[in-house]
């Protein structure tokens, strides 16, 4: 059996991160382009703006993958990560999150989100 292997530019953690999408396993290899938390402090990070088109773009194929592979912490998380990150991407560009300043690897950093509770 092939497996095809779709790759989606997901600009976040970094500008040229790739995801990718292999349909035949319904699953999507994020890494850190799309996590929990997907972090974007580095100068060579994306733009939140960019970062929500990739989602959008992500969601086109949506049908095709039902699992979820990034780096770190569990490496397998629930397909509602894609909608979690949409979701906190288009709060802050339309300033409703909830910034949290925190220092992330020395950077001063912003949290989008209280960790402590979780938002639909």
């Known amino acids: 059996m092939g497996v095809t292997i779709i790759p989606i530019h997901l600009p976040s953690h970094t500008s040229g991160i790739m995801g990718f999408l292999m349909p035949e396993l319904k699953t999507a290899i994020l ?3 799309c996590a929990n938390p997907t972090i974007m402090n ?3 990070s994306g ?3 960019s970062f929500r088109e990739g989602l959008i773009n992500l969601n086109q194929h949506r049908s095709e ?3 979820v592979l990034t ?3 569990n490496f397998g998380v629930p397909s509602f990560v894609v909608d979690h990150n949409l979701y906190w991407a288009e709060q802050i560009l339309l300033n409703k999150d909830d910034r949290f300043r925190i220092r992330l690897g020395g950077i001063e950093s912003f949290v989008s989100r209280n960790k402590r509770f979780f938002h639909q």
């Open 31 to 33: 890494g850190d382009a």
């Open 42 to 44: 580095q100068d060579s």
């Open 65 to 67: 993958f039902n699992s």
């Open 71 to 73: 780096q770190h912490s």
């Open 47 to 49: 733009t939140v703006e």
